[in-house]
T-cell receptor
Framework: AQKITQTQPGMFVQEKEAVTLDCTYD???????LFWYKQPSSGEMIFLIY??????QNATEGRYSLNFQKARKSANLVISASQLGDSAMYFC?????????FGAGTRLFVKA | DTGVSQDPRHKITKRGQNVTFRCDPI?????LYWYRQTLGQGPEFLTY????????KSRLLSDRFSAERPKGSFSTLEIQRTEQGDSAMYLC?????FGAGGLETQYFGPGTRLLVL
């Protein structure tokens, strides 16, 4: 069965520092997509970054990068130069076909 | 187009009442999804439409739940005879295909928060 695991319920980071949010996944499929979403207190899920299972290079989008280690089945999100507005819930997700499953999320707190 | 919209944003109802939520996807997206998110959890898949066809329903979607997308544009999710356990955030997402392998990015609406008293 497909599964997403986020082992960090909460994380603290000092403003302007980098932080890594962990995500591991379990699947027997060869073709799948990995996503990270941000959910602020307003509730909207905001797409951050995508990594395809066949992509050889790690995805980057501005201050976000995805550390994809296929053999270890991990897809960690790295946020560089944290900002106060980065405080939110972060969800890792995996998609195969039209089905997407989400992890339980990590709440990130950015300290001034 | 400013993105996926959902209405209402908040709904409080009494147990046993029926409620209906609406989702307007991004106009060029032909795929539409409904999710339910309870406190402290990630979203859980409920159902999926491609155009007007409902192609998949989760086992989470009991007989009291029904979803439609009559013209392949907006969608409605109705819950009949609401129960306190239905209290959750109901999220809608839409998508279009990109890249190789048929993988796609879903864009979410702001959600409808339901509270059943």
């Amino acid at each position: 069965a497909q599964k997403i695991t986020q082992t960090q319920p909460g994380m603290f980071v000092q403003e302007k520092e980098a932080v890594t949010l962990d995500c591991t996944y379990d699947t027997s499929d060869q073709s799948y997509g990995l996503f990270w979403y941000k959910q602020p207190s307003s509730g909207e899920m905001i797409f951050l970054i995508y990594q395809g299972s066949y992509d050889e290079q790690n995805a980057t989008e501005g201050r976000y990068s995805l550390n994809f280690q296929k053999a270890r089945k991990s897809a960690n999100l790295v946020i560089s130069a944290s900002q106060l507005g980065d405080s939110a819930m972060y969800f890792c997700a995996m998609m195969r076909g039209f089905k997407t499953i989400f992890g339980a999320g990590t709440r990130l707190f950015v300290k001034a | 187009d400013t993105g996926v919209s959902q209405d209402p944003r908040h709904k409080i109802t009494k147990r046993g009442q029926n409620v209906t939520f609406r989702c307007d996807p991004i106009s060029e997206h032909n795929r539409l999804y409904w999710y339910r998110q309870t406190l402290g959890q990630g979203p859980e898949f409920l159902t999926y439409f491609q155009n007007e066809a409902q192609l998949e329903k989760s086992r989470l979607l009991s007989d009291r739940f029904s979803a439609e997308r009559p013209k392949g544009s907006f969608s409605t999710l109705e819950i009949q005879r609401t129960e306190q356990g239905d209290s959750a955030m109901y999220l809608c997402a839409s998508s279009s295909l990109f890249g190789a392998g048929g993988l796609e990015t879903q864009y979410f609406g702001p959600g409808t928060r339901l509270l059943v008293l």
